[in-house]
């Protein structure tokens, strides 16, 4: 078999593709990531939200989900800290949930009215590997105060919003494609809502925010 100067040149190329793109995946997942969470939520009417905390992807490493779902009336503070991917094979989860949960019928329905009157806002910082959304619909009444501070280095999202109808909020924390979320929120509370999170990933997002 005879074989040309293209054809080895071609070979060689793709040789090389698979083995950087080997090398890639190994070092993006062992990227250091962290998160600080305080929030605290007052609610009454529907609420259906999920938190999923990980320090590792598959079977390895730390796992933490929690969620409320249902109608009635829901008192809650989470205090997290995750700690993953670090080179020294250092993995943590620290929470903290309290909560008075009351399971009372829903006595909210979206207003009958043909306003169209919607707030959302979006953060994304692609150093950090943060986002966070919020949106507000068949609105009542909202008072919002959201703060946003971002560099290359950290995210620092401060929430605090009352809101009479439909809220969703969601949150991602993941330090680039390959690496695990160490942090997945997302939320949908239909009535009253009282809400104040404070959310930090980043080099220095280990308790340097005050609660809530």
């Given amino acids: 078999m005879r074989w040309w100067p293209g054809s080895l040149v ?3 190329v793709i040789i090389s593709v698979i083995a950087s793109t080997s090398i890639i995946v190994v070092s993006a997942a062992k990227v250091p990531q962290n998160l600080t969470e305080h929030s605290w939520i007052y609610s009454q009417g529907t609420i259906d939200d999920m938190r999923i905390y990980q320090t590792v992807a598959g079977f390895h490493g730390q796992k933490l989900v929690t969620g409320t779902r249902g109608t009635g009336t829901v008192s809650r503070t989470i205090d997290a800290e995750v700690y993953g991917g670090f ?5 943590e989860i620290w929470a903290n949930e309290w909560g008075v949960f009351q399971n009372k019928p829903s006595r ?4 009958i009215t043909n306003s169209e009157l919607k707030n959302a806002l979006c953060a994304k910082n692609y150093e950090v590997g943060s986002v966070y959304s919020e949106s507000y619909s068949g609105l009542v ?4 105060d959201t703060s946003v501070s971002q560099t290359d280095n950290n995210s620092v999202y401060d929430i605090h919003s009352e809101v ?3 809220a969703r909020v969601g949150a991602r924390v993941q330090k680039s494609s390959s690496a695990v979320p160490i942090y ?7 009535g009253y809502l ?3 999170m404070s959310l930090e990933s980043g080099n220095a997002s ?3 925010l005050p609660c809530p």
């Fill in 87 to 91: 080179e020294d094979g250092y993995n």
């Fill in 164 to 166: 009479e109808g439909t």
């Fill in 108 to 111: 909210y329905s979206p207003p």
């Fill in 10 to 12: 071609l070979g060689l």
């Fill in 141 to 144: 009444e909202l008072i919002k």
């Fill in 184 to 190: 997945v929120m997302s939320g949908t509370y239909s």
């Fill in 194 to 196: 009282n809400m104040h």
């Fill in 206 to 208: 280990v308790m340097t």
